[in-house]
């Protein structure tokens, strides 16, 4: 990752397609504001990132208390492997478990339980590519010493399809795995049907995916149709090994600290809930962790979690539009860093709500907004305006879809009038948001785009991040705010979101065309026709607006100089590295 330089370079750096999966950080000597966007180009001409070249010490070397000091911005909502679904929450899961697979920093898939990557060449792909084995590595155990053992994952995976789960991402995998069956099922709930008459076809996506434990370390998934990601899939938190014991005796408290084993390289040992949690080096983790412990505070206020920073309270923050013009200038610009992330972050319309069914009134909202004063004013630079729905730097990103809504503020005024509302007069709207810095900033500068450019009356309504995810789930709004960052580098990842009856489709979209286009690239293995595929469906939903883009998100964070071996990524969840805590260690702490 670069230390920044202008606006515009991070435009260039959102482009870049691959090249920013991953960043480095680097010390620059430009004269360029470093707090502004990163660049691609690690300064040798060859548009590639500068990448981090520290090594790993000898864990014997490490004299110091091996302590990380870390913020969550809001209570993890479950650390249920096959249950949770919040960024907190997988930030926290990604220390406690580990999956068969991995992405490493280049989002190359390795090996992490597994022996090896299945492949067709070693056995572990059938020729049909329908059965997926794995075989485990030897000697793997729980952090309670106890064998880890294949049927760990037999389990977490009837846990994720299992009736009432209400995992939103077992739509991913059902979506891969059940092939003309989803299709069925889309076809069944754009056609009404409800209940006993609809269980048929939900019966049958759910049992599209079969996970058995032939012997103690072999774990086989067979498939309905082919899937040319299946193996990204594997990497996921949703898929992960868990104690199916310790679940049956401990009921919905298994999770809790002194309770729950886990299998990756931290262990919990303590959480407060709305407070803080603890996390402890992995004795029999199957990696080389150099951390002994996760201290990690739940601060929602950007500038609380600031000024702890400064106090030397936390050794990484992530700062808010606030914090960030502080940072220019002061002494703390040696400890910023600024990276991409894959993130869309825009607004869901309630596609069920009688004003919000008028495609005029939706498009006048998209359009009545001006995203470059949100980016360049709002945001300093810091984010990037946004008009489609997969990102720059994912495959499948198409810089023209939505362009109908740039600069278009007399469209939007006529797209208003169409739908009976001249000037605006008579509409009123409300906006739910989350009680975040960020997000109470955007919601207000929304209203204030609206009430300004379109005469509209609109109201907000803040939540609490729990509150807040359980109303927006059970579409208790008009607009909410909210997004998608990647779990995995591929639009498979982005667009099965929006299909009829999907857990995730917000605001309960539905286009038969669209559902069409996805399931049929959900399944096709030539990589352009599939590509093809999830771009016609991106134009049918940006055209619908099933969600209205507002910004590509970048990272601003702060690391104190004695935090070592820091790999942020393009993909992470709440808290900056947590992909790859496992790597930090602590060097020469003030």
Known sequence: MTRGLTSRSWQLLLLLAAAIMLVAVACSDSDDDPTAAPTASDGDGDGTPAATETAAPDPGDLTEEQVLRVRLEGEPGSLDPQRATDTDSIAILRQLYAGLLRLDEDQVIQADLAEEVPTVENGGISADGLTYTFRLQDGLMWSDGEPLVAQAFVDGAKRLFEPGSANFYADFYRVLAAGGAQGELSTALADGLEGDDLRPFEEAVVSGLEVSAPDDRTVVYQLNAQSPIFPLLATLWPVYPIRQDIVDAAGDAWTEAGTVVTNGPFALTSWNHDEDLGLTKNEFSHRTVLLDEISIDIIPDSAVAFLAYQEDELDINKLGPEELVQVRGSDLVDEFVNYAQLVTIGWYFNFDD???????????????????????????GAVLPAYGWVPPGMPGHDAEVGMEYKDNLEQAKTWLADAGFPDGDGLELEILGADSSVGVQRDEWLQEQWETNLGITVTIKTLDRATYFEE???????????????????????????????????????????????????????????????????????????????????????????????????MESNSPGDLFFDQVFVEGRE
């Not at 495609?359 to 995203?371: C, D, T």
């Open 472 to 570: 927006r789930n059970l579409g208790n709004f008009q607009i909410t705010t909210g997004g998608w960052g990647a779990d995995y580098p591929d639009p498979q990842n982005w667009l099965p979101l929006f299909l009829t009856g999907a857990g995730l489709n917000a605001g309960n979209f539905s286009n038969t065309d669209f559902d069409a286009l996805v399931i049929a690239a959900d399944s096709e293995l030539d990589n352009d026709v599939r590509l093809d595929l999830y771009a016609q469906a991106q134009t049918i939903m940006i055209d619908d607006l099933a969600f209205a883009p507002l910004y590509y998100n970048g990272r601003q964070i702060l690391v104190k100089p004695w935090v070592q071996g820091l790999v942020p990524s393009s």
């Open 354 to 380: 009688p004003i919000l069914q008028d495609v005029n009134v939706r498009k006048a909202l998209a359009a009545g907004v001006v995203r470059e004063e949100y980016s360049e004013v709002v945001r300093e």
